[in-house]
């Protein structure tokens, strides 16, 4: 069975594709990558996983055999959320982590993402590289014959596996990130959903320290999620949407399955997306804190950003789907705030990639600074950047060749959709279509499923309804 890495390293179904004789196959592959670029004696690995079925004992098999092979590894004591172990990457200095997550994917998934010294995930050809060793191993098995044919996912003294708990230093990170003084003055009180998640207990722990009332929902222990969907976008959390209307809380955050991405909700229940939050946090970082530098967005991303950035005089750019394109940025220059629709963001001084813990805080601190309730604050930054609706919608359909598609969907470009002209066509990933009055439309294949995920923002919800439209009459006739 072929195995690939997508837009952030390789997930499937577990016991289906995701099996420990897979696993096997992957670690043994990237203990054949860190052998060829760095030499075991110099190369050492941190290994997290999440709550899904069985993610600690997949984790403990990559650990096992990374071991043996002579690399130093680090397993986390318990579950994580991805942003903490990448943390952990610098904080230990190790030449690579591991983390065992299907991250907002269904329940039935599992997966691995591989993460570069830097933090951020590997590139391209360094997945590739992975993904040539797991098919051609430069490493003979022979040699571990005995420790193949142990019962996977035990760790027993002889395997020489360091544990580790990753959220001391993370957090003591994190609270240089954020004014602790002022959220303590304020005291904004908050609901935290894990969405059963890695990111369970991390958000509370650091609010409750500094006095803050929190009230934290699905935290416990439940591999299927609970039967939610683990990722925080308005349909999976009405049971946050509900807490904090009838408590009467001052905001609602929520995390996915391993934490890198984000969603919240006003004081009134109404959900606030991604595109809103790093629109709040870029204003906030630039306003109230004095920063600067570039930013960064994938073409999935509100045009508000883009005004935001014109304002300020930031240099702006934007990148196709998936953290590592905009890690590749974020290695090469001073980076202000960067981050995707789908929740995952990050800012300057901190790892290069997307953390909704990070996020949740900025959020009560944002709160905290403007001393005026969630609504009223995305109402003023509304005014400022003008009216902007988006919507996403997943369609799922049979196979279909993704280099065909963009073509037949270039070659058929309308002159106009909703009514207004076309002005630019982008085809970094899948086919976006730019409008005269800055609305877009765009198409593209998911790099983790079989979905085609269609987007349209616009300066009003008919336009918006009337692009997706458009975009699914487009797709089908392409794909026909």
Known sequence: MAIEFGTDGWRAVISDEFTFENV?????????????????????VVVGFDTRFLSD?????????????????HLSESDCPTPALTYAILDKKATAGIMITASHNPPRYNGIK????????????EAHRVEHFISHPATDTAKYKALWASEPGVLTPEDHVER??????????????IDATVISRRRPRVVVDSMYGAGRGYIRRYLEEIGCEVQEIHAEMNPGFGGIHPEPIERNLRALIETVRVGGYDLGVATDGDADRIGAVDENGRFVDPHCIIS???????????????????????????????????PLHETPVGFRHISEIMQRENVLIAGEESGGITIQHH?????GILMGLLLAEILAYEKKPLSAIIQDLMRETGFFYY???????????????????????PVELAGHRIVQVDKRDGIKYLLDDESWLLIRPSGTEPLLRIYAEARSPEIVEALLATGAQLANRSMA
């Open 164 to 177: 580790f708990n990753p959220m001391p230093s993370y957090l003591i990170h994190v609270r240089s990130l």
């Open 351 to 355: 790892i290069p990639e997307g953390d």
């Open 57 to 73: 004992r997949y984790a403990i098999e990559m650990s096992r055999l990374l071991s043996a092979r002579g690399f130093s590894v």
């Open 280 to 314: 709040l946090v870029l204003r906030h970082l630039v306003e109230k804190r004095g920063w600067r530098g570039s930013v960064v967005k994938t073409v999935s991303t509100t045009q508000m950003v883009s005004r935001l950035a014109a304002r300020y005089g930031l």
């Open 114 to 125: 591989l993460k570069a010294h830097h933090g951020g995930s590997v590139l391209p050809e």
């Open 391 to 413: 919507r996403r919608q997943d369609v799922k359909t049979r196979a279909f060749d993704r280099v065909s598609l963009v073509a037949q969907l270039t070659a058929n470009a």
């Open 24 to 44: 096997r196959r992957v670690a043994w592959a990237i203990g054949d990558y860190l052998d060829e670029k760095y030499g075991i004696n110099n190369a050492s």
